[in-house]
């Protein structure tokens, strides 16, 4: 998945699942990982990692 992609996917699935975004990412990382799919699973984190940037920083 390139940057372009990944970029969309998180955005859609932040616009999808709100803040629970980056938490079903992890667990679809997790899955992977379980599974033996590292690439997907390679995928999945920078998901992850782009919907931590659309988020923000946490409030405090």
């Given at each position: ?12 699935l ?47």
């Amino acid at each position: 998945m390139d940057a372009i992609q990944t970029a969309q996917y998180a955005r859609a699935l932040y616009a999808a699942h709100g803040d629970r975004a980056e938490a079903e990412a992890a667990q679809k990382m997790r899955e992977c990982e379980a599974a033996g799919n590292q690439q997907e699973a390679q995928d999945w984190q920078a998901v992850r990692q782009s919907i931590r940037q659309i988020r923000g920083p946490n409030q405090g």
